[in-house]
């Protein structure tokens, strides 16, 4: 069968404006095909456009469209819109979805101390509903037929599986979005989804997680990373991530960590 990266590539990157979801789409600009589309969104518009420019530069067979969607507040008929307006400028080999966008929620409290439903609520939607709704979306415009192939990836984290003491709604959010498409895999078993956790990388966000972390113990872990600079370069994990979709070998809604052998 041949890899998600061969043929002509309609694809959707969230938070596609820095840090992973930046270098996802650079990456992937110097390999998908000639005619491919990459879809990016993010909440800040200029740093989605040195993102276009510089994937422009890049590749500039690929066609490159931006959206600016705050999924705190998402609307599904915005969305929509967005995808139907590109979605028939090419015939597509594949579809492939990659949900990078995510924050953190709260980290300064434990679990026993979150009682505002506002903010609770708000990160769920951010990281979970969102994500199953713009899943839905796409799905619904790019019905499964023998002539197209559907990728979803969810970048996920260690936390999705492991309990982490201070991260309690950051480890909910990714255990519920990787049940989601664990879920999805088995509705659509023709769907291919990969749960892919890239490791503790040098970000905006690991920069936070190391500043505001409640917990002490959680946090001492966090600045050893920093300061003794064994945290995952971005990179090197994007590498490692377009290495598994090119192999194409990967059992669908497995999760795969950046230390994993594959």
Not at 47 to 61: C, G, H, M, Y
Not at 151 to 165: D, F
Request: contains cysteine; charged residues 25%; hydrophobic residues 35%.
């Amino acid at each position: 069968m041949a890899s998600v990266l061969d043929g002509v590539c309609f694809c959707l990157i969230t938070g596609a404006s820095r840090g992973l979801g930046r270098e996802i789409s650079l990456q992937l600009a110097s390999t998908v095909r000639k005619g491919s589309m990459f879809l990016l969104t993010a909440t800040n518009q200029d740093l989605l456009n040195n993102t276009k420019s510089e994937i422009n530069t890049i590749n500039e067979d690929l066609d490159v469209f931006t959206g600016i969607f705050d999924q705190a507040k998402f609307n599904e008929s915005n969305f929509m819109d967005f995808i139907k307006q590109h979605k028939d400028r090419q015939s597509w080999d594949h579809i492939l979805i990659i949900h990078n966008a995510g924050t953190l929620g709260d980290i300064s409290k434990k679990l026993s101390a979150m009682t505002d439903m506002c903010r609770l609520n708000e990160y769920l939607a951010i990281n979970v509903s969102s994500v199953i709704a713009m899943t839905a979306i796409i799905l619904q415009c790019f019905p499964c037929d023998s002539l197209k192939r559907h990728t979803v990836v969810n970048i996920t984290s260690l936390c999705g599986i492991q309990p982490i003491k201070g991260m309690s709604i950051y480890c909910t959010g990714k255990a519920s979005r990787e049940m989601a498409f664990k879920c999805l895999s088995k509705e659509e078993p023709h769907i291919r989804v990969l749960n892919y956790a890239p490791g503790p990388i040098h970000t905006d966000m690991f920069e936070t997680l190391c500043q505001d972390l409640g917990d002490t113990e959680s946090k001492k872990m966090m600045n050893e990373l920093l300061t003794q600079k064994t945290y995952v370069k971005c990179k090197d994990t994007v590498k490692k991530l377009i290495g598994i979709l090119k192999d194409d070998k990967f059992t669908s809604a497995c999760h795969i960590d950046y230390y994993d052998e594959v």
